[in-house]
């Protein structure tokens, strides 16, 4: 009988299997959305992307980056990320960047009441703002009085504008009204009523004696910061004593006395 062997032979199929050419690229992910907008003059920073392939670990896939993004000028730039795996295949996206002008005004804090109630033949001083913005923050220094009406002779309702403008001439305007009248029978006690409250010394270091008329053992007194925090705070001060201020930063603060339901307010200048 007649016997035959077969010999096959896998190398070459083997081969060519294990062997097979990788040509799919990586898959790149941005992390972002495809446009971003950012303002003129802000710090931009980049988001890097990942990046997933169907044969490369992450961790192998090398990312790199073009970009020609320039937040010093409006515009539209262009980021470009190039994500290769090991085998070489690479994939490229693009994320557009849009550098706009500052659109956002500034916002302005009246320091008092919308309302002061100021009393006829007293000379009225401006309770002034705070004024704030998103990008060039405490602008308080850049606010201006563009209007005001106030006759402190003749009883009647006045009002003051003020108007805070940023680096990027984007603008706000804040009104105060001043009731001028007879009596201040009202909450609100203006700010300048130094008949009703004196500070001593003022500017002052390290402490000062608050003199205040008509007051009661329940006086309230907060000291608070030109951006409208609140510094100090005590519920019971007593009329004519000394108020330590030693621990407050050389600035210019606004204390504010509350005492049967009625409201005092005045400047504070704390130097070096």
């Known amino acids: ?78 980021e470009i990320f190039t994500a290769t795996d090991e085998s070489n295949n690479s994939s490229s996206k693009t994320r557009i960047v849009i550098v706009s002008r500052d659109l956002t005004p500034p916002v302005i804090k009246l320091l008092g009441p919308d309302t002061v109630f100021h009393e006829r033949g007293v000379p009225y001083i401006s309770q002034g703002v705070v004024a704030t913005d998103n990008m060039d923050g405490n602008i308080t220094n850049a606010v201006v009085k563009i209007f005001s009406d106030v006759n402190v002779n003749v009883n009647g309702l006045y009002k003051e504008i003020f108007k805070a403008t940023d680096v990027a001439g984007n603008s706000t305007e804040a009104t105060q009204y001043v009731k001028i009248s007879d009596q201040t029978n009202t909450n609100s006690v203006s700010f300048n009523r130094t008949s009703l409250i004196s500070i001593s010394p003022n500017p002052a270091k390290d402490q000062i004696r608050i003199n205040m008329a008509n007051t009661s053992a329940n006086t ?23 108020l330590s201020i030693g621990d407050l930063e050389p600035c210019i603060y606004f204390l504010v006395l509350t005492d049967n339901l009625k409201t005092y307010y005045s400047k504070l200048v704390v130097e070096n």
């Open 220 to 242: 309230k007194l907060n000291i608070i910061s030109m951006d409208g925090k609140l510094i100090m705070e005590t519920d019971k001060y007593h009329n004519n004593s000394l």
């Open 1 to 78: 009988m007649l016997k035959f062997i077969f010999v096959i032979t896998f190398s070459t199929l083997a081969s060519g299997l294990c062997n097979a050419s990788d040509t799919i690229p990586p898959v790149i992910n941005l992390r972002t959305a495809g446009t971003v907008y950012v303002t003129v003059k802000s710090v931009y920073i980049s988001v890097m992307p990942t990046a997933t392939d169907n044969v490369s670990d992450s961790s192998k896939i090398v990312i790199k980056k073009t970009s020609d993004v320039d937040t010093d000028f409006t515009g539209i730039y262009y």
